[in-house]
């Protein structure tokens, strides 16, 4: 019998549903009410709510519990998180995400359509719905030299798949504004969702940007920015990652006008931030205690990320649609007791209770490390004293500034100064792959890094947004080389250094992650940071503020093969003033 007669059947009691949920009290998006009643489900289907006296395979008493929609998380790049797709949706549905829009461009632009591949491959068995949205911007700009590509013919091919929901963010604002789109986003703009990035753009350019078919935004907390996109019709999606944490700032926009066309996401967040922490239940918890009406906040976490995205099948608990729903004690701060995901209880009281599929074999992604002498790593500059260019960063933004500083040189080569907050920075290429279109393999990007607080040693990551080439922050060369060849022998990942290596998480799947459990890594990550903060460093998630250094499509300065770069005048700059 087909699931959806079967369905009928339930809902009308002639048959008993394989699931029943006793006397909850449902959240309805529609009304922001909360009323009482039974829930019943058939396979991965609500099949009703209201009264159902009878018997069901399974019988869940939810008196005194509260009834919601799975949550969404609206934008994430699943990589970031530094756990395979097994990992990662284990370490989200015991948080009550049941859908994820996932944009796979980390892997994308270090292996290309194989990435994707794999990610399609990896979504199934899952206990999370994990949807894919086809990357636009591979690299992310001109800017970047990335190893992996994506072609119009892979573009089209991908969002015929199953699973795919649109397009990714289209991170070239300034080609899309000056009239140059990828040729993703060259066809017709309206007839895929497409994800935006749209960082301070406002008023003439913010109406280019949207003619080209973007109609999203999770790089904008101003108030004002955000009431000029809600006026547009934009779709804002309020962001609580890692390092870019924009709920405090637009909180009292939501307060104010709702969360009308507004969705939550967490963009960027790694192991350690979901072992410690609430994800998308937190985020609504937080609007609440902030004065966001808690319909709005849980709104905002279901049935708008679904209407987004054109998910008509979930968002809601309607008979007909998709049985994705939570079992919590108190709506206001949503952790979840119980997570049914397409109909199957997927997590209980914070544990996984299904098993997970095997993460899929990837494509080999060989380490190509041709720097031998750590003078190689520090700029060259005549011997003396010199006026620079620092990429000053600063806490909970990715947002970085430039600082003119005053520097030495000696031997030919600049010196890192960790009394002026100065430190030496050096961008490697990595696989040994970009030859005549781009910078030769052993080519690399030199700079300089202030506002970290580096006192001695160095850090090194394969975490480099978006090429993911090699980066390396010191104070002292021989240590800079040291930790590219720790992070090198580990296929990639993370390194920190003190005359002698302190301390690795190695990154095997294309050193951007690995297969272990998320409260391992969370564990071996915060331990690494701790050996960061010995070495001076003052700041909450180091590594993943450093991995926006090299992104080209943030404001302001930043670090590429090519050198340093101001996003802003869309140039190359050089490095002494």
Excluded at 24 to 35: A, C, I, L, Q
Excluded at 559 to 576: C, F, K, N, R, S
């Amino acid at each position: 019998m087909h699931e959806r007669e079967q369905c009928r059947r339930v809902a009308l009691g002639l048959d008993p549903p394989s699931l029943l949920l006793k006397r909850g009290k449902v959240y309805s998006p529609f009304t922001g009410e909360f009323f009482t009643a039974d829930v019943v489900l058939c396979g991965s289907l609500i099949a009703g709510v209201g009264d159902y006296p009878g018997q069901a395979a399974q019988t869940i008493d939810a008196r005194g519990a509260y009834l919601l929609p799975g949550f969404i998380d609206a934008h994430v790049h699943p990589e970031t998180s530094l756990l395979s797709p097994p990992r990662f949706a284990e370490a989200l549905a015991v948080h009550g995400i049941t859908t994820t829009i996932s944009e796979p461009h980390e892997l994308v632009n270090v292996v290309g359509r194989a990435g994707m591949d794999f990610y399609l491959q990896a979504r199934t068995g899952l206990p999370i719905d994990l949807r894919l949205m086809v990357p636009t911007t591979v690299p992310a700009s001109p800017f970047e030299q990335a190893t992996g590509r994506l072609t119009g013919d892979d573009v089209a091919d991908l969002l015929a798949r199953e699973g795919v929901t649109g397009l990714g963010e289209a991170m070239d604002y300034m080609g899309l504004v000056g009239g140059q789109p990828s040729a993703a986003l060259a066809q017709d703009p309206f007839r895929n969702v497409i994800d935006g990035h749209a960082p301070d753009i406002t008023g003439r350019d913010l109406a280019a940007y949207l003619i080209a078919g973007p109609i999203s935004d999770h790089e904008t907390s101003d108030p004002e920015l955000l009431l000029e996109r809600r006026r547009l019709g934009m779709w804002i999606l309020v962001r609580e990652g890692s390092a870019a944490r924009d709920l405090s700032r637009a909180t009292p926009f939501l307060v104010q006008h709702g969360t009308e066309r507004t969705a939550l996401c967490t963009d960027d967040r790694n192991a350690a931030a979901l072992a410690e922490h609430h994800h998308i239940d937190g985020v609504v918890g937080a609007l609440v205690r902030a004065g966001v009406a808690l319909s709005d906040a849980l709104r905002a976490a279901t049935l708008n990320p679904a209407t987004l995205y054109r998910l008509h099948d979930r968002g809601s608990i309607t008979p007909g649609l998709r049985a994705d729903l939570l079992v919590v004690d108190d709506p206001s701060f949503p952790h979840p007791r119980l997570v049914v995901q397409a109909g199957t209880l997927v997590a209980k009281d914070g544990t996984v209770t299904v098993p997970l599929p095997a993460t899929p074999a990837l494509v080999s992604t060989p380490f190509h490390l041709s720097v031998a002498r750590p003078e190689d790593l520090a700029p060259a500059a005549a011997d003396g004293s010199h006026r620079a260019r620092a990429i000053h960063l600063a806490p909970r933004t990715i947002v970085t500034d430039e600082r003119i500083v005053e520097i030495r040189a000696r031997h030919g080569r600049v010196l890192a100064d960790p009394d002026k907050d100065v430190a030496l920075a050096a961008l490697l290429e990595r696989s040994g792959q970009i030859t005549a279109a781009g910078p030769s393999p052993n080519q690399m990007g030199h700079g300089l890094v202030s506002g970290l607080g580096l006192g001695r040693g160095a850090i090194a990551t394969t975490i480099a947004h978006d090429a993911h080439h090699l980066l390396v922050t010191g104070i002292d060369p021989e240590d800079m080389l040291l930790a590219a060849q720790a992070v090198a022998s580990g296929g990639g990942g993370l390194a920190v250094v003190d005359r002698g290596v302190v301390q690795t998480l190695p990154l095997p799947l294309a050193g951007l992650m690995t297969d272990l459990p998320v409260d391992v890594v969370g564990r071996r990550l915060r331990s690494l940071e701790a050996a960061v903060a010995d070495l001076g460093v003052d700041f909450e998630e180091p590594f993943m503020v450093l991995s926006f250094v090299t992104l080209s499509v943030i404001p302001r300065l930043r670090l590429t093969l090519g050198g340093i770069l101001d996003v802003q005048a869309q140039e190359l700059v050089p490095l002494l003033v």
